[in-house]
Nanobody, 121 residues
Framework: QVQLVESGGGEVQAGGSLRLSCAAS????????MGWYRQAPGKQRELVAT???????NYGDSVQGRFTISAKVHEKTWFLETATLEPDDTAVYYC???????????????WGQGIQVTVSS
């Protein structure tokens, strides 16, 4: 079984920053992609950032230039550094990973339980 656990959320004033962390555990052969998504009330879940095993990084348009994804691949841990936060960044943030588990021949997508980030104006 593969588990993802987020930490580091909370409430911050506009213009502030937070660092989110995600740790993967379980019988993992490889993590193909590490990522962050978010879902605001009444809205669809949207891409925040992903980091492929190759090092390729993608950001959602709304966070480009303000958020940074990084990873400690061998520790199966990745981070989202947020900066210049805005009230529109308020959402539940989910870490996501495409993982090849033991005894598998393909990757599967796993999600964390989500962590609240609230930005007050």
């Amino acid at each position: 079984q593969v588990q993802l656990v987020e930490s580091g959320g909370g409430e911050v004033q506009a213009g502030g920053s937070l660092r989110l962390s995600c740790a993967a555990s379980g019988r993992i052969v490889s993590i193909i992609e590490m990522g962050w998504y978010r879902q605001a009330p009444g809205k669809q879940r949207e891409l925040v950032a992903t980091r492929h095993l190759s090092g390729t990084i993608n950001y959602g348009d709304s966070v480009q230039g303000r958020f940074t994804i990084s990873a400690k691949v061998h520790e199966k841990t990745w981070f989202l550094e947020t900066a210049t936060l805005e009230p529109d960044d308020t959402a539940v943030y989910y870490c996501q990973a495409k993982v090849i588990p033991e005894s598998a021949v393909k990757w599967f997508t796993y999600w964390g339980q989500g962590i609240q980030v609230t930005v007050s104006s």
